[in-house]
């Protein structure tokens, strides 16, 4: 039975591909500055931990249709980028597991004046798991959907060549489909001021209100004010940092003052070749328990074109958080490895393999996961 199960998948993958090379002749739309491209892709994923559990793990490979639509328009003053994805997933074996998933990215910029402009951007996900080792850390265990969407509003005003300030506003709503979870939702307005001492120095400032709230539950905010800048020792080489203060009325009511460290390095070594290392330290209200979750995280990336047709991507994570309240521990390190292949101008291959480990003081909330992906995409 398992190897019926298999070899449907298989055919699903096989006649996906064949799809999509056969659609290879399709046209894109360009209009007046539109711009219209369609994607569709197909992968065979196998994941030795389907259900991110500690014990009884249950492995399976999936089979993952994905169908996408990107428009963008750029004009003198403005500009609107969209993109939305629809994903099905087939299980092999565990076929009450599968799945429709879909995600939403818009972005617009309007210049008024050479001095004053606006950006908006928002972000809607609908899936079953985290996308990210970022995502990944932190979230309460076990498979479920989750919907979340992240809005930013952001007005920026030139004062001077060397001075800009910029008002922010920012949401996010998570919304989570077990009925032991509650939803929550975040909003934050700040302040930036920009000041470029030197060619190679910007200089930065921000303040940050922030509030999350639980439903059902409490609510927890969090004043920010951080000092920074951005160093460029090259032209391709940067050093972005910021160290400040939270200030923090927690869901029980007690307050605190925390420090905030986030440090980043980025080298564009070539056209070719990019490396980045970041680090982050604080104490933050994460949307999955209402708990403030103290912890430090460092991520680094490096990508490379290997040759004309063949690129390469390594990523790795760890990070290491204590909830205060119930003082649980939880420690992720993860590994991801990818190669590229343009088949075509239109269409690649993709492959992929992804580590991830959760260490906890509860035993429940472990769990080791492999994938590896292998896929076909096409953008026509």
Known sequence: MKTAHISKNLFIFFLAALLIVSAGKAYS???KGIDLKLRASVSEIYDDNITFVHENEKEDFITNLSFGLGVKYEGKTRSLELTANIFQQFFADYDNFNNTSEDLTLNFQQEFSRYDRISLRDVFTHTYEPRSFEEAFGITRGRYSYYRNRFNLAYTKDISRQFSISARYASEIDEVSREDLSDSSLNRVGLDATYFLASTTILMFSYDFSRRDFDPGGNATIHTIAPGLRHYFTRQLYFDGKAGIDFINSYNDKNYAKPLIQASVTNDIDENSRVSISFTRRYYTNAYTQDLFD??????????????????????FYGEGEYITTNITDKLRGVSVGFTYDLSKKLKGNLRYTYSDVDSTIDTREYTKNKIFLGLAMEF
């Open 29 to 31: 739309f360009d209009y």
């Open 295 to 316: 912890y430090w995280q460092t991520s680094g990336t490096f990508t490379r074109r290997l040759f004309k047709r063949l690129g390469c991507s390594l990523s790795g």
